[in-house]
């Protein structure tokens, strides 16, 4: 797959407009003019050798200057016009990249190389219907061109179409699609999923760990996606007082359009004695520009008839490239606790707010890594805090997903919290270990 070392980002082009070049019964904007250039030997291959050991070494400026020399020399010289437009991509030079690709296009429309790395451009550019164009118009004259099919994929899977998306990619490999790129996206391309994760919170002398056991089941069908989970939490003391509970959920995800999300959760406590009786939670994904996007959540957690809590969630996420992504959250939680009638019938409120970074990245095909800090009330992080108004606390995590194949995978975690309250503090240590089948 085409790269650039700016993806979604204009850098400044090393290079001005120059006049149109009309190359036999074809008319075509030819890219602008790097600094004039001559090289030591006239001969094609060797310069054509030293562009491309100037690519190597990241010296844009000189091989952007060979590969135009080339282009000079022989107007429809195709390896010296696909270098030349590689490097223009490279160095966010778009307009004269996809001038330089349409006109290989024009030489041969058949060109899968080109035309790949044209819809690589249009795709930094979000220009989803040219991308789509050009992939239907490549397909129809060489449905057999892996680099298409696996662009296809890509686009079908960000559309949110997995199964479609899943049956493209099959294609690609078996003719011939067996990059490094191909291997992330097959690792994200699944239909249904099991999940079962376990998470020990250490407590110091004096309080209660907590053990967590979670479940969950995923299918996926069309642009929809369905959840069904279960969370047990055992605290307590000794034998005769641990307390279990409950938490159980079902949600929807319906994908409408590219890099859109939107979805619904419901679920009950049972038994519910920290955990909430019942929970709604809304949620929607949504594109902004090119490299950030947008989250809103809200959820309710109601507890019983004497407390009930509502929860704000906005997010913005900066995609730097498809390996690494930083993610900005801001829980605003209002919480209302209602006095029994008995005692007065009143209720009291607060407005509580938490704050988190988060950060990942994709080491190799079946490896990915994160970080998170947070501070604030830890309302997301555990539902089971009883102590909404007064309690505040810094937790940094660290966690990875290691796919041990297509089909099966572990995900351990680590992570710190100091948590603070009136007139006292704890330092607790978590421990999780989650493991997943995919088909």
């Known amino acids: 797959m085409l790269r650039a070392t700016t993806i979604g980002s204009?850098?400044?082009?090393?290079?001005?407009?120059?006049?149109?070049?009309?190359?036999?019964?074809?008319?075509?904007?030819?890219?602008?003019?790097?600094?004039?250039?001559?090289?030591?030997?006239?001969?094609?291959?060797?310069?054509?050798?030293?562009?491309?050991?100037?690519?190597?070494?990241?010296?844009?400026?000189?091989?952007?200057?060979?590969?135009?020399?080339?282009?000079?020399?022989?107007?429809?010289?195709?390896?010296?016009w696909l270098?030349?437009?590689?490097?223009?991509?490279?160095?966010?030079?778009?307009?004269?990249?996809?001038?330089?690709?349409?006109?290989?296009l024009q030489l041969n429309a058949h060109d899968v190389e080109a035309r790949a790395a044209l819809i690589d451009v249009l795709t930094w550019e979000t220009a989803w219907?040219?991308?789509?164009?050009?992939?239907?118009?490549?397909?129809?004259?060489?449905?057999?061109?892996?680099?298409?099919?696996?662009?296809?994929?890509?686009?079908?899977?960000?559309?949110?179409?997995t199964p479609?998306?899943?049956?493209?990619?099959?294609?690609?490999?078996?003719?011939?699609?067996?990059?490094?790129?191909?291997?992330?996206?097959?690792?994200?391309?699944?239909?249904?999923?099991?999940?079962?994760?376990?998470?020990?919170?250490?407590?110091?002398?004096?309080?209660s760990n907590i053990y967590t056991w979670d479940m969950q089941?995923?299918?996926?069908?069309?642009?929809?996606?369905?959840?069904?989970?279960?969370?047990?939490?055992?605290?307590g003391g000794d034998s005769e007082n641990v307390v279990v509970d409950g938490r159980h959920s079902l949600g929807v995800q319906y994908h409408p359009a590219i890099a859109t999300t939107t979805g619904v959760s419901v679920g009950f406590g049972a038994p519910a004695h920290w955990v909430p009786d019942l929970e709604t939670r809304v949620w929607a994904m949504f594109p902004l520009v090119s490299t950030l996007s947008g989250f809103l959540s809200y959820a309710l957690w109601q507890y019983g008839s004497h407390k009930s809590v509502h929860?704000?969630?906005?997010?913005?996420?900066?995609?730097?490239?498809?390996?690494?992504?930083?993610?900005l959250r801001w829980w605003s939680s209002y919480v209302v606790l209602h006095t029994p009638?008995?005692?007065?019938?009143?209720?009291?409120?607060?407005?509580?707010h938490s704050v988190?970074?988060?950060?990942?990245?994709?080491?190799?095909?079946?490896?990915?890594?994160?970080?998170s800090y947070t501070y604030g009330t830890q309302l997301d992080e555990n539902p089971i805090i009883s102590q909404l108004f007064p309690l505040r606390s810094h937790t940094a995590s660290f966690f990875s997903d290691w796919a041990l194949g297509y089909h099966y995978g572990v995900q351990p975690g680590l992570g710190f919290e100091q948590r603070k309250a009136p007139y006292t503090s704890v330092f607790i240590l978590t421990a999780e270990l989650g493991v997943y089948w995919r088909w």
């Open 10 to 80: 204009r850098v400044w082009c090393m290079c001005p407009a120059i006049a149109l070049a009309f190359v036999a019964h074809l008319t075509a904007a030819t890219p602008g003019e790097p600094s004039p250039i001559e090289p030591a030997s006239k001969q094609r291959e060797k310069v054509l050798q030293q562009a491309r050991e100037a690519v190597r070494s990241e010296r844009f400026a000189e091989a952007k200057s060979l590969f135009h020399w080339l282009t000079l020399r022989k107007p429809m010289d195709q390896e010296a």
């Open 83 to 104: 270098g030349l437009s590689l490097v223009n991509a490279w160095t966010g030079c778009h307009t004269e990249a996809k001038v330089g690709f349409r006109y290989m």
């Open 129 to 161: 219907n040219e991308v789509w164009a050009n992939l239907d118009q490549g397909l129809a004259l060489d449905p057999h061109a892996a680099a298409l099919l696996y662009r296809q994929a890509r686009l079908t899977y960000w559309s949110g179409n």
């Open 164 to 207: 479609l998306a899943l049956e493209r990619l099959n294609l690609a490999i078996q003719y011939g699609a067996h990059d490094a790129e191909v291997k992330t996206l097959r690792h994200q391309l699944y239909l249904e999923q099991l999940r079962t994760d376990m998470r020990v919170d250490s407590f110091p002398t004096g309080y």
């Open 217 to 235: 089941a995923l299918q996926r069908v069309d642009k929809f996606e369905l959840t069904l989970g279960t969370t047990l939490y055992r605290h």
């Open 311 to 327: 929860i704000f969630a906005p997010a913005l996420a900066y995609t730097l490239h498809d390996d690494f992504s930083l993610e």
């Open 341 to 352: 009638p008995r005692i007065g019938d009143t209720s009291r409120t607060s407005l509580v």
């Open 356 to 371: 988190g970074l988060l950060a990942r990245a994709r080491l190799a095909p079946e490896l990915s890594v994160g970080a």
